[in-house]
């Protein structure tokens, strides 16, 4: 018994030496924003892989450890991701990271959502009623979110507290001149078919419009009758493009594609999912890109 | 060994730079300009803002007076909580609807008193026809907030034809330090893996064969006590926990023993990724205490101690949303030494039990398909029951093989179809059932513990 006791508290005291501000996001784009602000003052764990579908995602005990360990999560909010967040703020059993704690940071508190539903029920699909959360398209929005994020920060590690707000500085200055770049292509007047709800930050930021879903509502797959009328209005209208990501709806999307004759135009669905996204900067350049 | 490297380097670092002064004024002027830099671009952003705000006071202006804007209407739910949605006053509550038809080659009578003999006498709770509920709950209600930064509570309240039960009442704490969790009230042990689950959470209609025989129909069920978990900081994960339990539950305990708390649990909860894309946990529990009732012989009342030691094992494998594979066994033992009072002739003799249990199953996720497959057995090893000494011979070694095919319309419904070969009754007859039961839940999104 003694040599387990021992045992246990070597491995304890084992444990990696603690270097920075631990910083723990629940998705890959908030982890690109930390480093972006934290830079060598935080470690920077991801829980969700860019691969993976944030809506559902199964909580892991690698999650609760990574929890257990943070100083500050990070998280989307908005609903997205209420199929393990909760899991992770209770059973991680740490009390920096519990809501009103300053560990327990919610990216949407900085955003100014859309579609924000005040009437709703599930018949219309998985609907998130305080807002679509996919803002992480919407470098407006990202702005805020980073500045909160450099002030939640500079609060945690006061000592690098102008470090911070610094290199927010510099990420402001950085999307202010990526800004004209990503605004310099006209996107006004283009009609794209999307199949998740994933762009509607994207098209009221760049004046597209989004003219159908392939998913009449959101979450649940469309219905033959539904794909049906969809290729008979986009034959008809002949629409820019069917945007979707790889891991939502590529299949489908191409099989309305070869019916169509439409395009289909692969966005990245968040930093590290595609080639050539490994930061948010690039992540966006590439999305931009691909409307082009 | 840091310290000295950093001292080494700031004296290499002296040695060679301009004089320290000249240094910091460089690093201040950079710092003034990247802050300045900061605070015009803050200054661009919120004259942005007052323009869009002006726009929207114009936008507002011609629309009718008194009516507030979307946005500064739900400016006062943007925050989110513990559990992931709006902060709201009212707690979350979330309600789950079961229903099930259900067939049989018995009759109702043969099915209310088809026990396990050497287990249970307690029957099947099904019954031919249209049901509520898997384990007699066709409704359980659920609500849950944090209370203050302190704790959640959490309670579940399952609606029969007989009324409302209170399964679950408990408050779990959320700021103690290094790991520690208390929970208190009444709750489901964590004693091994299908225990804590709740009813419609189960991968198939009903409960595996061990947990039938050992603690009821529905596992041990809510227990009144409290319990203890640590989550060490360690590179894997690893909780160990323990439990003392009131010994309520009417198969290995009894609510009419004569002292309480009387049962206790410790149980130790491991995992570790075996690939990128699958997790394995395991870990080994038991739950001990006095035993009081009438459910283990029939006609005759059991009084003594058990202790059922249980080995769980999960594997999970989950590429993508659309496709899964989970496999699931455990392993349950019970030692339990009583004296049995016969009801009629009030005669006490002795009863020494080591008996176990085993099941094995496994579910194949496509799309919103799940195809499940279940073998369960009693008496794998060890089939001790000896009366006043004597070995009795309860008959055949009991065993079940299920198979099932259920569709997700959604996450919040679904539909199963269950067909059991079901040779526990131990006298060579067989139950072969089939089910078909829908699923309901709505309200609050409760989250999915793994």
Redo the contacts between chains.
Sequence with gaps: MRIVISL?LS??TA?P?FAGVNVVATLPWIGSLAKEIGKDKVTVTTLVKPT??P??V?????M??AG??ADILM?N???L???????I???????RI????PGNF?C??FV??IE?L?AVD?SM??VH???NPHYHYSP?NI??VA?GMSNALADLDRANA?FY??????F??K??ERQKQWHAVNLKGKRFVAYHKLFEYLSKEFGFQLVGYVEAKP???PSAAHIKKLIGDMTHNKPDGILTTS?YGRKESESISAKTGVKVVLLPSDVGSMKGTDDWFAFMDSVLAALR | MKQLLCLLGMALFCSFSVPASGQDTAERLNTLENSSRSQSVIIEEQQKAIEALKDEIAKQKNQEAGQISREESLSSSRVSGFFGGSVLTNPNISLLVDTFAYGSNLNNSELENRGIPGFTTLGKDAREGFNMGAAEDGVELFIFAPVDPYFNVYVNLPFSDEGVALEEAFAVTTALPEGFQAKLGKFKSNFSRINAQHPHAWDFFDIALPYRAFLGNEGSGGEKGMQFTWLPSLPFYTQLGAELLQGENDQLFGADARSGPHAFSVFVKGSFETTENSTLYFGPSVLFGKTRNSNIIADAEVDGRSALYGMEAFWKWKPSRSEGVTIQSEYLFLTQRCDVTDVAAETVESLRRHQDGFYLQGIYQSGRWRFGARYDTLELFADTFERADLQQDPGATPWRATGSVEFNPSEFSRIRLQYNHDRSGRDGTSNNEAILQFIFGIGAHAAHNF
């Design positions: 246990i491995l304890v444990a030496a993976q579908d809506h559902m199964d909580a892991k005990p690698s609760l450890m257990r360990k998280y909010g908005l609903d991701e209420v199929g393990y967040l909760p899991i703020l209770e059973s991680s059993k740490n009390p519990v809501p009103g704690k919610d949407s508190r100014r959502p924000q005040t599930r699909g998985d009623p305080l807002g407006g702005l805020r500045e102008e707000r610094a290199n927010f500085g510099n402001a200055a999307v202010n979450g649940i797959p891991y």
